[in-house]
């Protein structure tokens, strides 16, 4: 049986990375090909797989060729990861072609965050659109419970399905004795990375140093608000990484200070490297991080509890290594890849059967 798997984007991140791990993970049991809506950035992660995408960008040269994939590839089942890839969907098969069955993942609610009307039309967008859903997945249980609240489908075709990660704990060795504080996160207005430098404003300890690793459209504000506090040599913009994973293992904290999330995959990737994570008690993230065990919540946007709880982590070791312990121990029983897989491997047998 073939799945089709429909990307948001050109980029391999986040929906992207899981989509292909579970695809490696089934792919002696389904023959999985990909489409994206541009020619993706790092085709090499595609190797072993055919990836479709348009020689011409935009929503009206994604559908079309979309619709030429499907027509040509004749996919048993067509995977969506992302709101924007199910939108692509969608419009083909409003615009004609031959209704197959259909999985979307949410890697997020993020349009409940648009300001009104935007964010009422878009639910009203979903529930409408929704009815060529077969299934409609939710990797975290805050997300589960709002789209249930919301009634974007049918309560039979809503599906929690937890992220997971493959653990492949990378080790560094550290060449100074300073502490390292690392927030990885495209930098946009979702992840509130300037309460995460205001933080470190506040902490004021010069023997910490804060990494944050990612690129994005906020990057010169945030730059330029790290230079105003005066904070050169003691936070460092990385950008976009590849050794996301050596990057953490050097790290003494890890700091997720986002406006909201789906469930994200990087806290699970720091307690992979049995790192401890500080995070803003927020939509799903709350329902992650067991405040006190795997980790600690901070009051949303409040950057001085942020700091502290960073300073209480690196005043005290033993309770932030056992916090990364237990972290580590949680993905392991909870969040890995093959666990994962294998119920995306039970839905997929159940939406074909019928």
């Given at each position: 049986?073939?799945?089709?798997?429909?990307?948001?984007?050109?980029?391999v991140?986040?929906?992207?990375?899981?989509?292909?791990?579970?695809a490696?993970?089934?792919?002696e049991?389904?023959?999985f090909?990909?489409?994206a809506p541009?020619?993706?950035?790092?085709?090499?992660?595609?190797?072993?797989?055919?990836?479709f995408y348009?020689?011409?960008?935009g929503?009206v040269?994604?559908?079309?060729?979309?619709?030429k994939?499907?027509r040509?590839?004749?996919?048993d089942?067509?995977?969506a990861?992302?709101t924007r890839?199910?939108?692509?969907?969608?419009?083909?098969?409003?615009?004609g072609t031959?209704?197959?069955?259909?999985?979307?993942t949410?890697h997020?609610?993020h349009?409940?965050?648009?300001p009104?009307?935007?964010?009422?039309i878009?639910?009203?967008?979903?529930?409408?659109?929704n009815?060529?859903?077969?299934?409609?997945?939710?990797?975290?249980?805050?997300?589960?419970?709002l789209?249930?609240?919301?009634?974007?489908?049918r309560s039979?075709r809503?599906?929690?399905i937890?992220?997971g990660i493959?653990?492949?704990?990378e080790?560094?060795?550290?060449?100074?004795?300073?502490?390292v504080?690392?927030?990885?996160?495209?930098?946009?207005?979702?992840k509130d990375?300037?309460s995460?430098?205001?933080?470190?404003?506040?902490?004021?300890?010069?023997?910490?140093?804060f990494?944050?690793?990612?690129d994005?459209?906020?990057?010169?504000?945030?730059?330029k608000?790290?230079?105003?506090?005066?904070?050169?040599?003691?936070?460092d913009?990385?950008?976009?990484?590849?050794d996301v994973?050596r990057?953490?293992?050097?790290?003494?904290?890890?700091?997720?200070?986002?406006?909201?999330?789906g469930q994200?995959?990087?806290?699970l990737e720091?307690w992979?490297?049995?790192?401890?994570?500080?995070?803003?008690?927020?939509?799903?993230?709350k329902?992650?991080?067991?405040?006190?065990?795997t980790g600690?919540?901070?009051?949303?946007?409040d950057?001085a509890?942020l700091?502290?709880?960073i300073g209480?982590?690196?005043d005290?070791?033993e309770?932030a290594k056992?916090?990364?312990?237990?972290g580590y121990n949680?993905?392991k029983s909870?969040?890995?890849?093959?666990i994962?897989?294998?119920n995306?491997?039970?839905l997929?047998k159940?939406?074909?059967?019928?």
């Amino acid at each position: 049986m073939k799945i089709l798997m429909v990307h948001s984007t050109e980029k391999v991140s986040g929906g992207e990375n899981v989509s292909l791990n579970i695809a490696r993970s089934l792919k002696e049991e389904f023959s999985f090909c990909f489409f994206a809506p541009a020619e993706p950035i790092s085709k090499d992660k595609f190797d072993g797989f055919s990836v479709f995408y348009p020689k011409n960008g935009g929503l009206v040269n994604s559908v079309i060729e979309l619709k030429k994939v499907i027509r040509e590839q004749k996919p048993d089942l067509v995977h969506a990861q992302g709101t924007r890839a199910a939108m692509f969907v969608k419009f083909a098969f409003i615009s004609g072609t031959k209704k197959i069955k259909f999985l979307y993942t949410l890697h997020g609610i993020h349009f409940i965050n648009r300001p009104f009307p935007l964010d009422f039309i878009s639910v009203i967008y979903e529930r409408l659109t929704n009815c060529f859903v077969s299934g409609l997945i939710c990797v975290g249980k805050d997300d589960f419970d709002l789209a249930r609240r919301l009634r974007l489908i049918r309560s039979g075709r809503l599906f929690l399905i937890d992220n997971g990660i493959n653990i492949k704990t990378e080790v560094a060795d550290k060449t100074t004795a300073e502490k390292v504080i690392v927030s990885v996160s495209r930098l946009h207005y979702q992840k509130d990375i300037g309460s995460l430098i205001k933080a470190a404003y506040l902490l004021n300890n010069k023997d910490v140093k804060f990494l944050i690793v990612g690129d994005g459209p906020e990057r010169k504000e945030l730059e330029k608000l790290a230079e105003k506090l005066d904070l050169k040599g003691r936070v460092d913009f990385l950008g976009n990484r590849e050794d996301v994973g050596r990057i953490l293992s050097l790290s003494d904290v890890f700091v997720l200070s986002t406006n909201w999330e789906g469930q994200p995959l990087v806290i699970l990737e720091a307690w992979a490297s049995k790192k401890p994570v500080v995070a803003s008690n927020v939509h799903g993230v709350k329902d992650l991080v067991e405040n006190g065990k795997t980790g600690l919540l901070f009051r949303h946007k409040d950057p001085a509890d942020l700091a502290n709880k960073i300073g209480y982590l690196l005043d005290n070791k033993e309770v932030a290594k056992r916090m990364g312990e237990n972290g580590y121990n949680l993905v392991k029983s909870k969040y890995t890849t093959s666990i994962m897989s294998e119920n995306y491997r039970m839905l997929y047998k159940e939406t074909l059967n019928g």
